[in-house]
């Protein structure tokens, strides 16, 4: 009988990659009653850099589901982009 147990050890890369995905955050569409399809789909591709297909997906899912996570990112990359979506009349949150 063994009395040391086996440790997993992790290596500095894997605790930077944890820390790394643990940083990565959503920005979410909400959906409302006041934009039209065309609106909501054009700010996705401007400031979301998102084909028009994405776009259109993205606001289909946002009217049926009440929500959408368009993007993720660091917080750095969807700040800019939550502002100008929100600047646009959309009501998009960082979560």
């Known amino acids: 009988m063994n009395p040391l147990k086996e440790v997993e050890v992790e290596t500095i890369e894997d605790v930077l990659t944890d820390l ?10 909400y959906n409302d009653d006041y934009n039209s399809f065309l609106h909501v789909i054009e700010c996705l591709v401007k400031y979301c850099k998102h084909t028009f297909e994405q776009a259109e997906q993205c606001a289909m899912i946002v009217h049926n589901n009440g929500k959408c996570a368009v993007k993720n990112g660091s917080l750095e990359e969807l700040e800019p982009m939550k502002d100008a979506l929100c600047e646009n009349g959309l009501d998009a949150k960082i979560e």
């Open 20 to 29: 790394e995905v643990s940083l990565t955050r959503d920005l979410v569409l």
